[in-house]
């Protein structure tokens, strides 16, 4: 008797430890790094609006340039209480849950084809609903007709409400974090292989289970594409009914801002239209859902990627004819690339080879792009990010620096995950990766980077 005990032990245990083994490696300089990044995160938002914005009088105000002055606002705020109050606003929280309901119901009623997503650990593939686009389509028609019932000042209480809405979007994304994390203490959770290290901070942060889920609905993917992204569209029509009505008239809005709008409603419409492509990326496939996505998806992408219509609200930048040609021909040759190189990539992945392309056969069998535009750097449509994220912000004009932290941020993070995908590339193909790398030096900037 026994005797067989720890036979029974060394056959389920294992079982569960191969399925769901536990993480070793830390990213993001492990815990510390998770908790500074929780509490900078959240940080950074409030600081992109009071240290930019028509109430803190410019962009940045005065003081920000003298430390002294610096920290004695700073102790000042945080300690008045009514400072602290200021950040919560009841209605803009009860509009934001009543945005993210409404998603949800989207969701739920609107049709749309379920497609398999990539096959998991555990031998199962998850099923997702495309219906992105068209809640993107139904969310523009109601703000559209709403806009042309009642007025631009009806729309422009994102613009008033700016500090509650953020708030709210935060409360969501603890609350989510908080519990994605509890569930997924669950019998026969698929964990993230990067999220089971037993330390609750960096697990809490960088997401611990793989796909939570209710029932069909998938809580990361929706998150992914719905209420964050097209918000962010809708935060820029606010931006654009404000300077409407400051500048009396539809007529008088500045070629900066609506290229504004339209360079980033066309890349989220884009995004959007092409939803299944979004369930081979990492973040779909590898990543577990926690704080760091949730606070991305509901926090960081609509209130600071919209951070240069909200600048051009107050500080209106008119474009010569010639400044706005430019401007449009930097984003179009950054989408073309973007969109060019992801649609060879998404073909490759599919069977299909329509160009020819020439690719790298590893030991394993796997195949690597060697031509096209994935011969040209390892990562070409993060090259056609940045030079989009470069149009967006040249709008804004050169009197700050603080509209081209989009641009900054992007860099870093795409430099991040290159880095990133290339450690697992190694660990994954070994010398064959030493192989593909000399047949394809360049990173994400072809003779460049």
């Known amino acids: 008797m026994s005797s067989t005990k720890p036979k029974v032990n060394t056959t389920t245990a294992p079982k569960n430890d191969l399925l769901n083994p536990r993480t070793t490696t830390y990213e993001f300089l492990g815990p510390p790094g998770a908790f500074l990044i929780t509490i900078g995160v959240p940080i950074m938002t409030y600081l992109l609006y009071f240290g930019c914005s028509e109430a803190a009088g410019a962009c940045p105000p005065s003081y920000v340039l003298t430390p002294s002055l610096l920290v004695e606002r700073v102790q000042q705020a945080v300690s008045d209480k009514q400072w602290w109050m200021g950040l919560w606003d009841t209605e803009a929280a009860l509009i934001y849950l009543a945005w993210y309901v409404f998603c949800v119901v989207a969701w739920a009623v609107l049709p749309g084809d379920w497609v398999d997503g990539v096959t998991m650990r555990n031998g199962q593939k998850k099923k997702y609903k495309i219906n992105a686009f068209s809640t993107f389509l139904l969310a523009l028609g109601i703000t559209t007709g709403y806009i042309m019932r009642y007025g631009p000042q009806s729309f422009t209480f994102l613009y008033e409400k700016w500090v509650g809405f953020v708030t709210a979007s935060l ?5 989510q ?16 292989l990067g999220g089971n290290s037993g330390n609750p901070i960096y697990d809490f942060y960088i997401g611990r289970e793989l796909n939570p889920s209710i029932g069909s609905f998938d809580v990361k993917s929706f998150n992914e594409l719905r209420p964050g992204l097209i918000l ?4 820029d029509i606010s931006m654009v009914c404000e300077q409407a009505m400051r500048r009396s008239g539809w ?3 500045t070629w900066s801002m609506w290229l504004v709008l339209a360079f980033q409603a066309f890349y989220v419409a884009d995004g959007l239209y092409n939803e299944p492509a979004i369930f081979t990326t990492m973040d ?11 606070v991305g998806d509901l926090t960081w992408v609509p209130f600071v990627y919209s951070l240069q219509a909200r600048y051009l609200v107050f500080k209106p930048v008119e474009l010569r004819l010639a400044s706005t040609v430019g401007i449009l021909g930097v984003n179009a040759l950054g989408y073309w690339i973007f969109r060019a190189a992801n649609g060879e990539k998404n073909d490759f992945r599919n069977g299909r080879n329509p160009k020819n392309l020439k690719y790298f056969t590893t030991e394993k069998g796997s195949k690597l792009l060697t031509s096209g535009w994935w011969g040209r750097s390892r990562h070409p ?31 870093v993070l795409l430099i991040h ?3 990133r995908d290339d450690e697992n590339c190694e660990k994954k193909y070994g010398k064959d990766w030493e192989k593909y790398q000399k047949l394809v030096p360049y990173r994400i900037i072809p003779f460049v980077y």
């Open 251 to 253: 007529e008088n809005v």
């Open 171 to 175: 409360v969501m994304s603890v609350v």
């Open 284 to 294: 779909i496939t590898t990543d577990g859902f926690g704080f760091m996505l949730s």
């Open 232 to 235: 962010w569209v809708l935060i």
């Open 177 to 192: 974090g908080l519990a994605v994390y509890a569930a997924s203490f669950r019998k026969g959770a698929l964990l993230a």
């Open 417 to 419: 995950r290159q880095r």
């Open 381 to 411: 449509n993060y090259f056609g990010d940045i030079l989009m994220a470069i149009a967006w912000s040249l709008p804004t004009g050169f009197e700050t620096p603080i509209t081209y932290f989009y641009v900054i941020y992007f860099a």
